[in-house]
């Protein structure tokens, strides 16, 4: 199933059909045990909800949820029935300029499959276990059971393996439903961590990833002997992932340059634009072959959509290079809206931009029209 936003190194977000209403957004967070949706899902669903089973939050308090009866889930090809989900309040998960609808747990990222992403391709995949063929390189993990059981849903166990933080060793949980990795506030001296907002290199199997932002490790549902902090998605930022959470096993292959048009084909409906790219960029310089009297007032940068695209929503993903520490742009586009512009400033002359991806859920824009905003890359 395709990936929204798949070379932005943030969350996991894929569409999904609730009881065939959508597609609406969802995170991947396979350590949540229960998926959720917010309440436009359910309203627009029509879902029956009531009370369900207690859960524990990472303070180790449980709290009260409602559920909403859902018959049937659809992710790419894949159907799962009669999965209730938490009723969530609208807005709950939103972020980066996304409106998204809930989460996508374990309990549909079942354990007997085994669970892929691949940035560059820009696709999620879940596969049987007869089905799937190991490659790329295998790390083994510990799997650690919850001792709490007096619970109504006992958290989901962990995947254990020995990292390397600033060239100290940890035993750290993968977790691949977070981007910034975690670290017990006990452990930042051994592992060199300082300032407020601290990166480290993170080495584990034949894995090592440079500048990994690192917090402060806050869950209290597990003992203090048995792990030390979460490896977040930022710590794979150079590896496409397979996970066989059944035989404990993750396997990782360096990420490979794919053509824009093959990235974005993964969209039926932007098929017929893809070689294409889908949009036109422009970088125009009202300056050119004027004389400069004060400050060089910058440039505008100018995205047209392909004309196949107009009737539908558009986000188009503009890699800048040639200029060091720059942006990069995303066009987000309602339909019928043809063309956004944005201004930039004079230290962008010399950039190149080039589309890189694109897919038919843009971020909201703050008014109507079309909009561009910058992005870190």
């Known amino acids: 199933m395709p990936l929204v936003g798949a070379l932005e190194d943030t969350t996991l977000i894929v569409p999904a059909y609730v009881g065939g209403k959508g597609p609406y957004l969802f995170i991947l967070d396979p350590d949540e045990n229960v998926s959720s949706v917010d309440e436009e899902v359910v ?67 079942a354990d007997s499959l085994v669970f892929g992403f691949d940035r560059d391709q820009g696709v999620m995949t879940l596969a049987t276990q007869k089905s799937f063929h190991p490659e790329g390189d295998a790390f083994k993990t510990e799997r650690v059971y919850s001792k709490i059981q007096n619970v109504d849903v006992v958290p989901p166990a962990l995947r254990l393996v020995k990292a390397t933080i600033g060239g100290k060793a940890f035993t750290m949980h993968v977790a691949l439903g977070r981007v910034a990795s975690e670290l017990r506030p006990r452990s930042f001296g051994a592992a060199g961590l300082q300032g407020d907002a601290p990166k480290a290199t993170v080495t584990f199997g034949k894995v090592t990833t440079n500048e990994v932002p690192i917090v402060a490790y806050r869950d209290k549902r597990w003992d203090e002997q048995d792990v030390e902090g979460n490896l977040g ?28 048009e093959v990235r974005i084909g993964r969209w039926p409906s932007l098929a017929p634009c893809a070689k294409a790219g889908c949009a036109k960029v422009s970088m125009i310089d009202p300056m050119a072959g004027k004389e400069l009297t004060g400050p060089h007032p910058g440039l505008v940068v100018s995205v047209a959509r392909d004309a196949s695209t107009l009737q539908e929503p558009l986000e188009v993903l ?60």
């Open 43 to 109: 309203k627009v669903g029509g879902l029956r909800t009531g009370p369900g089973p207690h859960l524990l939050d990472e303070s180790d308090t449980e709290h009260t949820f409602f559920y909403a009866e859902v018959l049937e889930w659809r992710l790419g090809n894949l159907v799962v029935h009669n999965k209730p989900a938490i009723a969530v309040k609208d807005g709950t998960y939103d972020r980066e300029g996304r409106r998204i609808h809930g989460v996508i747990g374990r309990d549909i990222i």
């Open 233 to 260: 998605l930022s710590a794979f930022r150079g590896v496409s992932v397979f996970a066989n959470w059944d035989n404990d096993a993750f396997y990782t292959r360096a990420r490979t340059e794919v053509a824009p």
């Open 318 to 377: 503009i890699a800048v290079t040639g200029k060091p520490n720059l942006p990069w742009l995303v066009a987000s586009f309602p339909p019928g809206v043809e063309r956004a512009m944005t201004h930039v400033p004079a230290d962008w002359i010399g950039a190149q931009v080039a589309v890189v991806d694109a897919s038919p859920f843009p971020r909201a824009c703050p008014a109507e029209g079309a909009c561009v905003d910058k992005i870190a890359h």
